[in-house]
T-cell receptor, first 113, second 112 residues
Framework: AQSVTQLDSQVPVFEEAPVELRCNYS??????LFWYVQYPNQGLQLLLK??????LVKSINGFEAEFNKSQTSFHLRKPSVHISDTAEYFC???????????FGRGTSLIVHP | EPEVTQTPSHQVTQMGQEVILRCVPI?????FYWYRQILGQKVEFLVS????????KSEIFDDQFSVERPDGSNFTLKIRSTKLEDSAMYFC??????????FGQGTRLTVV
């Protein structure tokens, strides 16, 4: 069974600084990887996904993540964060033909002015 | 853009009462899910539904829970006799073949 680990429960950062949110998964068999974002009092929105092809995937608001098979990681990065990026970020994965996403515990990104 | 809709957005119920949480998945999707998120904790998988039957469920999804797709559009989660620890945000999601899951905005269930 797939498991997803997000080691950082909270990441505080100043505005315009770079940030990396870490995600590791356990099973590499036919893995699909996702980052979801949850703004305060809202639902989960898909930020970006890796299904196949290029290992570097990007979102429309400047986030990117790289699928690293050797390190079983899918870390989320942004070179310069905004106050509006403050949210909870969830890494999720499916594998082995299962379509059911398994979620990590989430990382709370807190951007300070 | 198609979206998953959930009603109500907030439900308050007394302990021991039955509640039904409703969801309208995206119309051409095949797989349907319920997840829950207890305040401050991770998003936990409850159950998946495909081809009019439960395809997988977690240990959380005990006999108090049931799901139904009563017509071609709705997907419901019923909790038969609510407990205080059932208080959580409940998310419905749906997906097509080999696509990511799309989530609704959630229903906040408060058991008092």
């Amino acid at each position: 069974a797939q498991s997803v680990t997000q080691l950082d429960s909270q990441v505080p950062v100043f505005e315009e600084a770079p940030v990396e949110l870490r995600c590791n998964y356990s099973s590499s068999v036919s893995v699909y990887l996702f980052w979801y974002v949850q703004y305060p009092n809202q639902g989960l929105q898909l930020l970006l996904k890796y299904l196949s092809g290029s290992t570097l995937v990007k979102s429309i608001n400047g986030f990117e993540a790289e699928f690293n098979k050797s390190q079983t990681s899918f870390h989320l990065r942004k070179p310069s964060v905004h106050i509006s990026d403050t949210a909870e970020y969830f890494c999720a994965a499916t594998s082995g033909g299962s379509y059911i996403p398994t979620f990590g515990r989430g990382t709370s990104l807190i951007v300070h002015p | 853009e198609p979206e998953v809709t959930q009603t109500p957005s907030h439900q308050v119920t007394q302990m021991g009462q039955e509640v039904i949480l409703r969801c309208v998945p995206i119309s051409n999707h095949l797989y349907f899910y319920w997840y829950r998120q207890i305040l401050g904790q991770k998003v936990e998988f409850l159950v998946s539904f495909y081809n009019n039957e439960i395809s997988e469920k977690s240990e959380i999804f005990d006999d108090q829970f049931s799901v139904e797709r009563p017509d071609g559009s709705n997907f419901t989660l019923k909790i038969r006799s609510t407990k205080l620890e059932d208080s959580a945000m409940y998310f419905c999601a749906s997906s097509g073949q080999y696509t990511e899951a799309f989530f609704g905005q959630g229903t906040r269930l408060t058991v008092v």
